[in-house]
């Protein structure tokens, strides 16, 4: 049988209109999600580009061969752009070649007069020679470069300027090694000849003379004959550019550090042998470092290991310790070319050359050459290499390593940096000479970020948590409207504004009142809990005078109460807790001298408590308003059926409220740590910006937003620093991520033990 069915009224039929609207807003919705995904993923994607060529080789290319005429020559130096390298012959003849033509040259000497070069010593990032000469005698001589043109049409000149020759040492007898120092008021020259088969150390100062022409002759000042404080015999020497030392390798491998000490005398500071566990601890090549405090050494057994200057623990003066160890060469290094822009260096021997650089113990290029190779240099620019083989043949390399100082042990491995007695995790991205040691690791600043949010949510979580409950169960309806407002308001002040006040008023309040804060932040809860249960006990014909939600205006003025009090009785508490001697012997009552005294640890102004003080406060907003929604969606009969079966207003929050909406507040703490973690003006303006890693809440930090935030304005583009800040960048964003990830997972946990319905 056929059935009729009832025409749907007009009025009860949604409109289409609506409808349309539903259809539109559900597809705009869609596609905002998917954009705010891609967004996001471009994100990743372009910071994930900025940071790859942190973690490349170096790359290498030969791009040129010069034959050079016949000669022994002594010593290869380049210019700063890398297209003139220059030699040196035995005789006194330079020899350019223009490595864009392939044109060799001979340059007018001021060493062809008659002497035998014996020795070179050769500066390249003054662009000074000193020569010694097989009479005894030694000169030093000024490169002169020029330049017009640019890129593949530069024009490259080079001169020389030199001093007349003086003697040093024994008259007659060749000098075998030669070095030399410059600091502008103190010049070094240090020499080594061998005298009836007994090597000696020759030193001499030089001065010059000065009239009111201007500039006079360079002559010597002052002469030392120093072989006899050596412990073997000498065979090479080099000087620092600080022109206060020298260092001497003798034949059986041993090193003598000998110092010019303030009375104008040398002392052995320091007998070391570089290779001692070796079978042959001879070197075969030494060589400083940029910088001058660190020296590259090469065994005859291929081993490679670098001495840094240092202060032990426990004393006063700098001495030489092995800092770094490199993979053995296959044989024995002819070579070792310093770089003048970081702390990379050339080592080889044979047909094996290796770029390395120190800081890091990293290999940046390594490679079997098509020629035996004798000595080599690295341009002023770090872009090219020069290699001299056996058949008197220049071979020119370009080279692309933009960023040596990369990688992962630098960023997050502990290293040892000049200077330091040990390992190290250290951000210093800038110094004040061109020799600094760019530190770059970034554990630092993670270890800031993460004691930064820790000392946040400690003072924020209990005071937003313990707030929302209070206003969300037991607070009056009708002041919660107005406090959860005034709440929301305070979320949108400005961190500046925050970082402002903890700057210049909250650090400087806290640095002479911390006894005060310690009785307020521990009395103060403490009072109240005690008060609390004194109401409790209270009859309730007294307790019946105040209504339920009212007892806040009952107990605010008592709390103020205690406040001041526990804060007036601070200094008392510092007098009788805090008290220590000073350096002259005085017995003092402050906790600024008490601290470091106890604890070993600094107590500076700006510091993670007052960062924790007020990052907190910008934290609480945002925890109380998302934990007071989560309880206050709590199903109504939940409360009533707690409340009906004889359970106190405490106790149906705390067993039954408090459970239920476990899952919205864990999702509130997530968020306001994810706040914490990112704050960046709070802890730039609150802190210092100090990368130190403690845990000291008396000492400050630096996070990896705030480091991003100070130091990319400053930084080159595509530069290591530039790019090591993209990693920092990176690092937060997978620590948001991963921490987002857990609170999901823990949240979804949470709702599903604790769900009602």
């Given at each position: 049988m056929a059935t009729s069915q009832a025409k749907v009224p007009k009025r009860f039929l949604t409109q289409p209109f609506t409808l349309f609207i539903d259809r539109f807003m559900s597809g705009f919705i869609r596609i905002g999600g998917a954009l705010v995904i891609t967004a996001v993923l471009g994100i990743f994607v372009f910071i994930f580009l900025q940071i790859v060529p942190l973690f490349q080789a170096a790359k290498v290319k030969e791009i040129k061969s010069v034959p050079l005429p016949s000669g022994s020559y002594t010593v290869l130096g380049i210019d700063e752009w890398g297209g003139l390298p220059f030699l040196v012959e035995a005789t006194g003849r330079i020899i350019t070649a223009d490595l864009q033509t392939g044109e060799t040259a001979e340059i007018a000497s001021p060493f062809t007069v008659g002497k035998q070069i014996s020795a070179v010593g050769y500066n390249e990032r003054e662009q000074t020679m000193i020569v010694g000469t097989s009479d005894g005698q030694f000169s030093l001589a000024a490169l002169k470069y020029g330049a017009s043109g640019d890129g593949d049409k530069r024009k490259i000149t080079l001169a020389l300027e030199a001093d007349p020759f003086q003697p040093i040492g024994v008259p007659g007898v060749p000098i075998q090694s030669i070095a030399f120092g410059d600091t502008g008021d103190r010049k070094l020259v240090a020499a080594v000849q061998s005298v009836n088969g007994q090597k000696q150390l020759h030193v001499v100062t030089l001065a010059r003379k000065r009239s009111l022409m201007g500039g006079g002759k360079l002559q010597v000042d002052k002469t030392y004959e120093l072989g006899s404080m050596l412990s073997g015999q000498p065979v090479q020497v080099l000087v620092p550019t600080t022109a206060d030392s020298v260092v001497v390798l003798n034949n059986d491998g041993s090193v003598n550090y000998l110092f010019?000490?303030?009375?104008?005398?040398?002392?052995?500071?320091?007998?070391?042998?570089?290779?001692?566990?070796?079978?042959?601890?001879?070197?075969?090549?030494?060589?400083?470092l940029l910088g001058d405090v660190s020296i590259v050494f090469g065994s005859v057994e291929g081993a490679n290991r670098i001495f840094s200057l240092y202060i032990p623990e426990g004393g006063d003066k700098r001495l030489f310790g092995m800092r770094h160890e490199f993979p053995k060469l296959p044989s024995a290094p002819g070579f070792i070319a310093s770089s003048l822009r970081n702390k990379a260096f050339l080592i080889g021997g044979g047909e094996t050359a290796s770029l390395r650089f120190m800081t890091t113990d990293a290999t940046r290029w390594e490679s079997s050459l098509p020629f035996a190779a004798q000595k080599a240099v690295i341009n002023g620019k770090y872009n090219r290499m020069v290699f001299l083989d056996a058949k008197n043949t220049l071979h020119a390399y370009s080279l692309d390593d933009p960023h040596?100082?990369?990688?992962?042990?630098?960023?997050?491995?502990?290293?040892?940096?000049?200077?330091?007695?040990?390992?190290?995790?250290?951000?210093?991205?800038?110094?004040?000479?061109?020799?600094?040691?760019?530190?770059?690791?970034?554990?630092?600043l993670i270890f800031g970020t993460l004691k930064g949010t820790l000392y946040a949510m400690i003072f924020a979580m209990p005071i937003a948590i313990l707030a929302a409950l209070y206003t969300s169960q037991f607070m009056e309806p009708n002041f919660r409207q107005v406090v959860k407002p005034t709440m929301e308001i305070m979320a949108s002040l400005p961190s500046v504004v925050l970082g402002f006040l903890a700057a210049i008023y909250i650090a400087p309040l806290i640095e002479t009142r911390v006894p005060s804060l310690l009785l307020v932040s521990f009395g103060v809860p403490l009072a109240s809990m005690l008060l609390g249960w004194i109401w409790s006990r209270l009859p309730i014909t007294i307790r019946k005078h105040i209504k339920p939600g009212y007892e806040v205006f009952a107990f605010f003025p008592v709390v103020v109460l205690l406040i001041l009090f526990f804060w007036q009785l601070g200094p008392l508490f510092e007098r009788l807790a805090f008290v220590t001697t000073d350096a002259s012997g005085k017995t003092v009552a402050d906790f600024r001298a008490w601290w470091p005294h106890v604890t070993g640890a600094s107590f500076e102004q700006r510091n993670s408590l007052v960062v924790g003080f007020m990052m907190g406060f910008a934290v609480i907003p945002i925890i109380f308003t998302i934990t007071d929604d989560a309880l206050s969606n709590v199903p109504q009969s939940l409360r009533t059926a707690s409340l009906a079966c004889g359970a106190s207003r405490w106790q149906t929050a705390m067993r039954v409220i408090l459970p239920t909406a476990s899952a919205g507040i864990f999702s509130a703490v997530m968020i306001g740590l994810g706040r914490a973690v990112g704050e960046t003006m709070?802890?730039?303006?609150?802190?210092?910006?100090?990368?130190?890693?403690?845990?000291?809440?008396?000492?400050?930090?630096?996070?990896?937003?705030?480091?991003?935030?100070?130091?990319?304005?400053?930084?080159?583009?595509?530069?290591?620093?530039?790019?090591?800040?993209?990693?920092?960048?990176?690092?937060?964003?997978?620590?948001?991520?991963?921490?987002?990830?857990?609170?999901?997972?823990?949240?979804?946990h949470l709702r599903e033990k604790f769900k009602t319905v």
């Amino acid at each position: 049988m056929a059935t009729s069915q009832a025409k749907v009224p007009k009025r009860f039929l949604t409109q289409p209109f609506t409808l349309f609207i539903d259809r539109f807003m559900s597809g705009f919705i869609r596609i905002g999600g998917a954009l705010v995904i891609t967004a996001v993923l471009g994100i990743f994607v372009f910071i994930f580009l900025q940071i790859v060529p942190l973690f490349q080789a170096a790359k290498v290319k030969e791009i040129k061969s010069v034959p050079l005429p016949s000669g022994s020559y002594t010593v290869l130096g380049i210019d700063e752009w890398g297209g003139l390298p220059f030699l040196v012959e035995a005789t006194g003849r330079i020899i350019t070649a223009d490595l864009q033509t392939g044109e060799t040259a001979e340059i007018a000497s001021p060493f062809t007069v008659g002497k035998q070069i014996s020795a070179v010593g050769y500066n390249e990032r003054e662009q000074t020679m000193i020569v010694g000469t097989s009479d005894g005698q030694f000169s030093l001589a000024a490169l002169k470069y020029g330049a017009s043109g640019d890129g593949d049409k530069r024009k490259i000149t080079l001169a020389l300027e030199a001093d007349p020759f003086q003697p040093i040492g024994v008259p007659g007898v060749p000098i075998q090694s030669i070095a030399f120092g410059d600091t502008g008021d103190r010049k070094l020259v240090a020499a080594v000849q061998s005298v009836n088969g007994q090597k000696q150390l020759h030193v001499v100062t030089l001065a010059r003379k000065r009239s009111l022409m201007g500039g006079g002759k360079l002559q010597v000042d002052k002469t030392y004959e120093l072989g006899s404080m050596l412990s073997g015999q000498p065979v090479q020497v080099l000087v620092p550019t600080t022109a206060d030392s020298v260092v001497v390798l003798n034949n059986d491998g041993s090193v003598n550090y000998l110092f010019l000490a303030a009375n104008k005398e040398f002392e052995v500071r320091q007998k070391f042998t570089p290779f001692e566990d070796a079978e042959d601890p001879a070197v075969s090549v030494m060589n400083f470092l940029l910088g001058d405090v660190s020296i590259v050494f090469g065994s005859v057994e291929g081993a490679n290991r670098i001495f840094s200057l240092y202060i032990p623990e426990g004393g006063d003066k700098r001495l030489f310790g092995m800092r770094h160890e490199f993979p053995k060469l296959p044989s024995a290094p002819g070579f070792i070319a310093s770089s003048l822009r970081n702390k990379a260096f050339l080592i080889g021997g044979g047909e094996t050359a290796s770029l390395r650089f120190m800081t890091t113990d990293a290999t940046r290029w390594e490679s079997s050459l098509p020629f035996a190779a004798q000595k080599a240099v690295i341009n002023g620019k770090y872009n090219r290499m020069v290699f001299l083989d056996a058949k008197n043949t220049l071979h020119a390399y370009s080279l692309d390593d933009p960023h040596p100082e990369a990688g992962w042990n630098s960023f997050f491995g502990k290293l040892y940096y000049e200077g330091a007695n040990e390992k190290k995790w250290e951000w210093q991205s800038t110094g004040g000479s061109d020799d600094f040691e760019p530190k770059l690791s970034l554990v630092p600043l993670i270890f800031g970020t993460l004691k930064g949010t820790l000392y946040a949510m400690i003072f924020a979580m209990p005071i937003a948590i313990l707030a929302a409950l209070y206003t969300s169960q037991f607070m009056e309806p009708n002041f919660r409207q107005v406090v959860k407002p005034t709440m929301e308001i305070m979320a949108s002040l400005p961190s500046v504004v925050l970082g402002f006040l903890a700057a210049i008023y909250i650090a400087p309040l806290i640095e002479t009142r911390v006894p005060s804060l310690l009785l307020v932040s521990f009395g103060v809860p403490l009072a109240s809990m005690l008060l609390g249960w004194i109401w409790s006990r209270l009859p309730i014909t007294i307790r019946k005078h105040i209504k339920p939600g009212y007892e806040v205006f009952a107990f605010f003025p008592v709390v103020v109460l205690l406040i001041l009090f526990f804060w007036q009785l601070g200094p008392l508490f510092e007098r009788l807790a805090f008290v220590t001697t000073d350096a002259s012997g005085k017995t003092v009552a402050d906790f600024r001298a008490w601290w470091p005294h106890v604890t070993g640890a600094s107590f500076e102004q700006r510091n993670s408590l007052v960062v924790g003080f007020m990052m907190g406060f910008a934290v609480i907003p945002i925890i109380f308003t998302i934990t007071d929604d989560a309880l206050s969606n709590v199903p109504q009969s939940l409360r009533t059926a707690s409340l009906a079966c004889g359970a106190s207003r405490w106790q149906t929050a705390m067993r039954v409220i408090l459970p239920t909406a476990s899952a919205g507040i864990f999702s509130a703490v997530m968020i306001g740590l994810g706040r914490a973690v990112g704050e960046t003006m709070i802890v730039v303006m609150a802190t210092g910006n100090t990368p130190v890693m403690e845990w000291n809440i008396f000492s400050g930090m630096r996070t990896l937003s705030a480091n991003v935030a100070v130091e990319l304005p400053e930084a080159p583009q595509f530069s290591t620093l530039y790019r090591a800040l993209f990693l920092g960048a990176m690092c937060l964003f997978i620590l948001t991520f991963a921490v987002n990830t857990v609170a999901e997972i823990m949240r979804q946990h949470l709702r599903e033990k604790f769900k009602t319905v």
